[in-house]
């Protein structure tokens, strides 16, 4: 039992590239979550799904897609990094119905951006 | 909008001693709280819940207590080991289930 994973760890881009930061869960849960952490601050939500085929905007959604690839698997797009993105990005999951209950974080992926 | 913050950004604990970290939230229609721990270089990771229909709950050293009076929550970590050295953030929810972080309360443990 895993928990949640990310890929990768690790990240340098130049301005205007794209990627996509992959996020899996083994929890069966419904609900999945992308925050990003700044230095000094607490976590920020990005992007959220309530459920399988559902997404919806966080505080601070501008510059990012999501897909809910499957009930496991929630991923980040980048579409044309800035070096604004520079951060540290963690998925997170939870059960929803009947909740809120608490969510369970991945190790994180540090993203930089030059 | 409104936000959960927490008092101080740094503690420092004698081991041995209990620690307590104070967290002030601003939105009296949230009903779920809960707290994390977040060491160098890894996630957050979960220490303990409390609903809003409750004042205190413990765990395995840990006691959170909830004063929905004035908005407060609170931390308490009993015989503070060097292994609860880490940033502490408290987190809320309201009806919508997403939870909203403070900024975190960075526990220095000296031995």
């Known amino acids: 039992n895993a928990g949640v994973t990310q890929t990768p760890k690790f990240q340098v881009l130049k301005t205007g590239q794209s990627m996509t930061l992959q996020c899996a869960q083994d929890?069966?849960?419904?609900?999945m979550y992308w925050y990003r952490q700044d230095p000094g601050m607490g976590l920020r939500l990005i992007y959220y799904?309530?459920?399988?085929?559902?997404?919806d905007k966080g505080e601070v959604p501008n510059g990012y897609n999501v897909s809910r690839l499957n009930k496991r698997e929630f991923s980040l797009r980048l579409e044309s990094a800035a070096p604004s993105q520079t951060s540290v990005y963690f998925c997170?999951?939870?059960?929803?119905?009947?909740?809120?209950?608490?969510?369970?974080f991945g190790p994180g992926t540090r993203l930089t951006v030059t | 909008g409104e936000s959960v913050g927490l008092h101080l950004p740094t503690l420092s604990v004698q081991e041995g001693d209990n620690s307590i970290i104070n967290c002030a939230y601003s939105?009296?229609?949230?009903?779920?709280f809960i707290w994390y721990k977040q060491e160098s270089g890894k996630g957050p990771q979960f220490i303990i819940d409390?609903?809003?229909?409750?004042d205190k709950r413990q765990g395995q050293r840990v006691t959170v207590l909830l004063n929905k009076t004035v908005k407060h929550l609170s931390l308490q970590i009993a015989a503070t080991q060097p292994g609860d050295s880490a940033v502490y953030f408290c987190?809320?929810?309201?009806?919508?289930?997403?939870?909203?972080f403070g900024a975190g309360t960075t526990v220095t443990v000296r031995a």
């Open positions: 997170a999951s939870s059960e929803l119905i009947g909740g809120p209950y608490e969510q369970y």
């Open positions: 987190a809320e929810s309201g009806s919508d289930y997403k939870l909203s």
């Open positions: 929890m069966n849960h419904n609900s």
């Open positions: 939105n009296s229609a949230s009903d779920y």
């Open positions: 409390i609903r809003s229909n409750m």
């Open positions: 799904s309530a459920s399988e085929g559902t997404t």
